[in-house]
């Protein structure tokens, strides 16, 4: 019987862009594993896709059906509806502008693909305890842990520190 990977995740930002957060909970059959990390200057976006990347990244190994829980709607519909219009259309959006944060929607397109990863909305601070954890996690990282560079962001924008 096929075994299950239950991923919530959740990103933050304080001064949308400022400095940001992500907070993820893994379960697996036996355990749970918390991630988190802190960036100096992102966006609330960008630490969305981040805590769902470094979820998959690190189950990649494991031979199991995966469903993300996730409060963005943006990453929701982005994996799975916008990215094959996206892809499609050379990664363009319908305004003729090369999407945002292309990197890490090329980096989640590449570790979804050929996965049976189910991709589940839930709303934020609502009642389920793991994604308000994880809300708090990456708040915590954000304000506290804010060290990693998000080199693509901060390249992208010529951000000179």
Same mark, same amino acid.
């Given at each position: ?29 036996? #355990?749970?594993?918390? !991630? ?8 609330? /976006? *960008? ?5 769902? @990347? %470094? ?25 799975t509806k916008w990215i094959y ?14 999407? #945002?944060?292309?990197? !890490? ?8 693909? /050929? *996965? ?5 909305? @839930? %709303? ?38």
């Open positions: 019987m096929q075994e299950y990977i239950y991923i919530f995740t959740d990103g933050a930002c304080i001064n949308n862009p400022g400095k940001g957060g992500y907070g993820v909970i893994i379960k697996l059959k036996y #355990k749970s594993i918390i !991630l988190g990390g802190g960036y100096r200057l992102t966006t609330n /976006n *960008r630490m969305e896709l981040i805590s769902i @990347i %470094k979820s998959l990244q690190s189950v990649l190994h494991l031979n199991s059906n995966i469903i993300v829980y996730t409060d963005s709607v943006y990453v929701q519909q982005g994996i219009v996206w892809k499609k259309n050379n990664w363009f959006n319908s305004k003729n502008k090369i999407i #945002k944060n292309l990197d !890490l929607w090329k980096r989640l397109f590449f570790l979804q693909c /050929n *996965r049976p990863i189910k991709w589940i909305w @839930i %709303k934020g601070h609502s009642i389920c305890k793991e994604n308000n954890y994880c809300d708090k996690l990456a708040y915590y990282m954000a304000n506290y842990k804010s060290y990693l560079v998000d080199i693509n962001y901060e390249n992208e924008n010529n951000i000179i520190c």
